[in-house]
């Protein structure tokens, strides 16, 4: 069904072309090229794995404002959060409870995860869904691709196509807690048969759910084209400008119950008169450049080849008041009555990243062959500077270079993989891929050790990794299909890995993935069952502690596994009505968990013991309807409880009550309905519309931070524990009730 939807839209695509310029331009070939750079990171329709496709109608419905995360968020296994309460700045996405350092991204197969973090920032890429064709999301181990390695998923996105006819969209949206989008898409068509050329210009704006917690983001996407009978070659170019008020510390239940929903500790501190103050510029600052180059080249029917290169730089800064410093780690000379104070720090960094991307795909009757890889080049400078400091009197200078280290990463992979039809209705598939990762730091960093002396980075780690992937997809008819496969990757520890255990370096990740399915498809009805087992050494787990700047920690738990079931599924019992729906039940668990406990200094282990931020259970419905030009859809998620340690504790103990460790589960709906104005004189269609999210109106945290001592409980058990010495939290992210965006479409 997909191969024939394809075939149509190419062939309607080609006619329109062919009107344009009928000897000059195969609008079938021009498609083929322009998504020849994504085809070799993809999952085709006979690989044995479990994945999802999104096209730009199917974000269009749902793309008000709220970053991408959010228009990913019904799609299996997904788990979305945001740090302003509103999906727009800071925002996070999971999928079978892996984090995003842990989630490979890549855009036209080029990496876009940052190369040290290995997460991804999309405040950093607002209203990049506007410039998208499509997306496809892999869930386990995925096909090998570029970047990192997927632990959990990975997002293969491919930007919008050069279209043949020229057109104008403006997109616009405004709602609850100042909320706004604004859009512009512009598009050239082709230029005497051979140039075409697109665009797009975004602003985006809230106010925040939570408390200042203010975002104002502008972004840009370009592209310029030269299309030949068997060569495409395009220059692509697209940027971000983040300014986002600091909301990552979150609130705890106290504080809540206190303060609002809405208490936002961030740049808290007391003025010179002793009142409680917020700082206004405790801000993240990032400004990030994307140049990409592809060729794409049809050698024969059966073969084509694509070579890319790109350049990103990134440079930013965030500010934060910081409370009763010990002065000494900010190399300020300290008096003996002064060795702590107040003071405004400023964190910077500036990177760039580089490299080429190619693959060889070989296509002829029932065989498909790729042979594909790339290198890049990561080079970045990290350093803080102390630029005010309280009650200054010339003694100290507060305009003051505390540290800077340098980083350099080189990551170089290269892979085969096949998939033929050897017997009837069986495709075997096979995947093999070398990475070579090598990473260094060198330079003083911000900690200091308990002599008070400056940690200085001098690392200098390489990595060899071999992953091989292999399945067999049985095709019993057109309505049922099964599959099985099995896949390897390593990963490498992340920068904050290697700064949250400078004594202990940290060991690289493996994780052995079994995949097996089944698929349905019918008339009206269609539906499929994944079961997974993903068995880890060494994988990195959320503790569910923060650090000193807000990140959360990760460590290494030895064995541990991720297993479950996905269920998907689809009707459209009438032409005007459907519904899709998806559920995840899953069981992730680390082994032989060992810690010391903190009141005997005694070596626990702990047998089993739930992973944090993976819920047992999700689930997600759309129901939609048509009449004429109206349309309406509601969207619903459940999501489980979740633990947000890695201990297995419930709560902990502070002056004689329990204060919960656990993220509650929560059910939430969002109900759009929109109209679509056609056949207007000076517009070709207009359509208005609005969304209620959270129509409900449930209050729930979907993600949050936690820390606990822990103690025996006497009876061979454990307990939290908390003393007044120690520091002990609980804090949650809260996320807004019912809210409500209006937006607009028009398209020229």
């Not at 290169?309 to 500010?319: K, M, P, V």
């Not at 490299?355 to 060889?360: C, I, P």
């Not at 060991?507 to 079994?514: I, P, S, V």
């Amino acid at each position: 069904m997909k191969k024939a939807i394809l075939l149509c839209s190419c062939l309607e695509a080609a006619t329109i072309a062919l009107a344009v310029n009928p000897l000059e331009v195969d609008s079938l070939k021009l498609k083929e090229l322009q998504e020849v750079q994504v085809v070799s990171t993809r999952a085709s329709q006979k690989v044995p794995m479990a994945f999802t496709n999104l096209k730009m109608e199917d974000m269009k419905d749902i793309n008000f404002g709220k970053d991408l995360p959010f228009l990913l968020s019904l799609t299996p296994s997904a788990l979305t959060s945001s740090d302003a309460g509103t999906g727009i700045g800071y925002t996070s996405l999971r999928v079978r409870g892996t984090d995003a350092t842990r989630i490979n991204v890549t855009a036209n197969g080029i990496p876009i995860n940052d190369a040290e973090s290995n997460g991804l920032y999309w405040v950093n890429m607002p209203d990049f869904a506007s410039g998208l064709n499509s997306i496809q999301i892999q869930r386990g181990v995925g096909t090998s691709t570029n970047g990192n390695g997927a632990f959990g998923a990975s997002v293969n996105m491919q930007t919008e196509n050069i279209a043949d006819k020229p057109y104008v969209n403006f997109d616009a949206s405004a709602g609850s807690y100042g909320s706004h989008k604004e859009t512009l898409r512009f598009g050239s068509g082709l230029l005497d048969g051979h140039w075409g050329f697109s665009g797009r210009l975004s602003n985006i704006g809230s106010d925040g759910y939570i408390r200042r917690a203010s975002a104002r983001l502008n972004s840009y996407f370009f592209q310029g084209g030269y299309f030949g009978e068997t060569t495409v070659v395009k220059f692509i170019t697209f940027n971000g400008t983040e300014k986002t008020y600091h909301a990552w510390d979150y609130a705890t239940k106290d504080e809540m119950e206190e303060y609002g929903r809405r208490y936002n500790p961030c740049g808290k501190y007391k003025d010179a008169n002793g009142q409680t103050a917020f700082y206004d510029d405790q801000t993240d600052n990032y400004h990030q450049q994307h140049y990409q180059l592809l060729w794409n080249q049809l050698l024969s029917s059966q073969l084509n080849l694509n070579v890319a290169l790109h350049y990103t730089h990134g440079y930013g800064y965030y500010e934060q008041y910081k409370k009763n410093q010990e002065l000494y780690q900010y190399l300020l000379v300290p008096t003996p009555s002064d060795s702590t104070n107040d003071l405004i720090r400023r964190k910077l960094m500036e990177n760039d990243f580089y490299g080429t991307v190619f693959s060889l795909n070989y296509k002829k009757s029932n065989l498909q062959a790729t042979f594909g890889g790339g290198w890049n080049k990561y080079d970045g400078e990290h350093y803080g500077d102390v630029i005010w400091l309280r009650g200054y009197n010339g003694s100290l200078n507060p305009d003051n270079e505390y540290y800077r280290n340098k980083a350099h990463k080189q990551d170089f992979n290269t892979y085969i993989r096949v998939n033929d039809e050897f017997a009837r209705g069986l495709n075997g598939y096979v995947d093999l891929q070398y990475r070579y990762v090598d990473y260094t730091m060198t330079g003083p960093s911000d900690l200091y050790d308990k002599m008070q002396q400056q940690i200085s980075y001098n690392m200098n780690t390489h990595f060899n990794f071999f992953n091989p992937k292999a399945g067999l997809y049985w095709t019993i008819n057109p309505n049922h299909t099964i599959y099985a496969s099995y896949g390897m990757a390593h990963k490498e520890p992340t920068r904050n890995d290697y700064e949250d255990n400078v004594k202990n370096l940290p060991k690289a990740e493996m994780l052995n993935d079994f995949e097996w399915g089944y698929k349905f498809t019918g008339t009206t009805f269609a539906a499929g069952v994944n079961f997974y087992y993903m068995h880890y050494k060494d994988q990195f787990v959320l503790t569910g502690q923060q650090n000193a700047i807000g990140e959360m920690m990760a460590q290494n738990v030895g064995d541990s596994y991720r297993r479950g079931v996905e269920l998907t599924a689809s009707w459209k019992p009438f032409s005007f009505l459907q519904w899709n729906g998806n559920t995840t039940w899953s069981h992730n668990r680390s082994q032989n968990l060992k810690f010391y406990l903190d009141d005997i200094q005694e070596l626990y282990n702990v047998k089993s013991a739930p992973l944090s931020f993976s819920p047992d259970v999700t689930v997600n419905s759309v129901v939609k309807g048509f009449y004429k030009g109206f349309t309406a859809s509601l969207q619903s998620q459940f999501v489980g409880e979740q633990y947000m340690t890695t201990t297995g504790l419930r709560s902990y103990l502070e002056d004689d009550k329990n204060v919960s460790l656990m993220l509650d589960k929560f059910f939430v709906s969002n109900l759009d309905v929109s109209y679509t104005f056609r056949k207007l004189k000076l517009v070709k269609s207009l359509i208005l519309g609005c969304t209620i999210y959270n129509v409900f109106g449930d209050k729930y945290e979907s993600f949050g931070a936690a820390y606990t001592l822990t103690k025996s409980d006497g009876k061979g058990g454990m307990m939290g524990y908390q003393d007044a010495d120690w520091n002990s939290y609980s804090v949650y992210s809260a996320q807004a009730p019912v809210n409500f965006m209006v937006h607009l479409s028009v398209d020229f």
